[in-house]
């Protein structure tokens, strides 16, 4: 079965800093890969997603930007932190094992002051 | 594009009690998958149940029961015998499948925030 490592579990970050959240998955090859923020009192919102290496999609424009470095890792970035990007990041793997279905990491709760 | 939509913000439920959380959503798609998810305190997601748009048969998991009215484009979570690990958000979520790709990407509605007393 699948498993997603993230990284770190909570930060906080001052206006303007960089940020980058790590995520890596175990347990299958070439992974469709996912990175959700919640902001609070909301839904998830799909913020990027990634098909193989090297190749990003953006759902929303914002502040932030995605990497896929290797197979199994995607990256989410900032050079300069917004406190709209204050939120829980969740990095997802999902695909069919079976049936279709998703395996999320334990999330980061990001605080930018 | 797909939307989901929880109407229900917060419901409450007294343990062991039956408790129906609801789901609509809207997609031209015929080929797609429906989750509930929970997330507890913790913030982990935790898949409840699925179903297959293309199976008639409501879903169903220990406790956990869909009604799924593909027509309609409802699709609700009925939690039998609620306990109090029970209490937590709950997520309805649409997932396009088939070919053409939806590259599994999930749409999420805004939660419903279940709290079941003692």
């Known amino acids: 079965s699948q498993t997603i490592h993230q990284w770190p579990a909570t930060l906080v970050q001052p206006v303007g800093s960089p940020l980058s959240l790590e995520c890596t998955v175990e347990?299958?090859?070439?992974?469709?890969l996912y990175w959700y923020r919640q902001a609070a009192g909301r839904g998830l919102q799909l913020l990027f997603y990634?098909?193989?290496?090297?190749?990003i999609s953006s759902e929303v424009p914002q502040n932030l930007s995605a990497s896929r470095p290797q197979d199994r890792q995607f990256i989410l970035s900032s050079k300069k932190l917004l406190l709209s990007d204050s939120g829980f990041y969740l990095c997802?793997?999902?695909?069919?094992?079976?049936?279709?279905?998703?395996?999320f990491g334990s999330g980061t709760r990001l605080t930018v002051v | 594009a797909q939307t989901v939509t929880q109407s229900q913000p917060e419901m409450s439920v007294q343990e062991a009690e039956t408790v129906t959380l609801s789901c609509t959503y809207d997609?031209?798609?015929?080929?797609?998958?429906l989750f509930w998810y929970k997330q507890p305190p913790s913030r982990q997601m935790i898949l409840v149940i699925r179903?297959?748009?293309?199976?008639?048969q409501n879903a169903t998991e220990n406790r956990f029961s869909v009604n799924f009215q593909k027509a309609a484009k409802s699709f609700s979570l009925k939690i039998s015998d609620s306990q109090l690990g029970d209490t937590a958000m709950y997520f309805c979520?649409?997932?396009?499948?088939?070919?053409?790709?939806?590259?599994?990407?999930?749409?999420f509605g805004k939660g419903t925030l279940l709290t079941v007393n003692p």
């Open positions: 979520a649409f997932m396009k499948t088939g070919s053409g790709g939806s590259n599994y990407k999930l749409t």
């Open positions: 997609t031209s798609e015929n080929n797609y998958y």
């Open positions: 179903q297959e748009a293309y199976k008639q």
């Open positions: 990634s098909v193989g290496i090297g190749q």
């Open positions: 347990g299958t090859s070439n992974p469709n």
């Open positions: 997802a793997w999902g695909g069919w094992t079976g049936s279709y279905g998703y395996t």
